[in-house]
């Protein structure tokens, strides 16, 4: 059975801090792995999906990653803002038409 | 943009009561999603329909929980006889066709769920 994990659970920066959010999961076989944003009491945002056989995406501010050998992901903003305050989730789509999904990281940034 | 709209935003219903929350997907989108999220945990897939039935099912999505499209622009969640654990805020989702993981699932904003 597929397990996400995200690290870490929290994390709070000041403004124009780059960071980087991680996210590993078991089973390497996947089709997609996909990263969406939620505000609170909102639904889920998409921000990038990488296919299986590509290493990584870009949209703007935001990178990322795929390690599908060593079962990790990465996400990294580039010049936060606090507008980026929010819970980053990261989705394994196995091909199974569900999507697996971590805890997410909430990201407070300081203005 | 397209959206997948849901309704209603927020719902409060007795323990026992019947309950639809209704989904309206992206026009062309062929495969559509429910998923929970109880507050403070991960969000869980329930439910997939292609084709006018069922394609997959997770083990939360037991005889309580049904799905319908009654028409070609709405999707339903009906949960028969709510119960407290059934709190929770429901997300629907759509994609088009194609291969499988080719395309970004789009998520409405939710419904949230509070059973007394």
């Known amino acids: 059975k597929q397990e996400v994990t995200q690290i870490p659970a929290a994390l709070s920066v000041p403004e124009g801090e780059n960071l980087v959010l991680n996210c590993s999961f078991t089973?390497?076989?996947?089709?997609?792995l996909q990263w969406f944003r939620q505000d609170p009491g909102k639904g889920l945002t998409s921000l990038l999906l990488i296919q299986s056989s590509q290493r990584e995406q870009t949209s703007g501010r935001l990178n990322a990653s795929l390690d599908k050998s060593s079962g990790r992901s990465t996400l990294y903003i580039a010049a936060s803002q606090p507008g980026d305050s929010a819970t980053y989730l990261c989705?394994?789509?196995?091909?199974?038409?569900?999507?697996?999904f971590g805890s997410g990281t909430r990201l407070q940034v300081q203005p | 943009e397209p959206e997948v709209t849901q309704t209603p935003s927020h719902q409060v219903t007795q323990m026992g009561q019947e309950v639809i929350l209704r989904c309206v997907p992206i026009s062309n989108h062929l495969y559509f999603y429910w998923y929970r999220q109880i507050l403070g945990q991960k969000v869980e897939f329930l439910v997939s329909?292609?084709?006018?039935?069922?394609?997959?099912k997770s083990e939360i999505f037991d005889d309580q929980f049904s799905v319908e499209r009654p028409d070609g622009s709405n999707f339903t969640l009906k949960i028969r006889s709510t119960k407290l654990e059934d709190s929770a805020m429901y997300f629907c989702a759509s994609r088009p066709q194609g291969a499988p993981g080719a395309n970004v699932l789009t998520f409405g904003a939710g419904s949230r769920l509070t059973v007394l």
């Open positions: 089973d390497s076989a996947i089709y997609n």
């Open positions: 329909f292609y084709n006018n039935e069922i394609s997959e």
């Open positions: 989705a394994l789509d196995t091909g199974r038409r569900a999507l697996t």
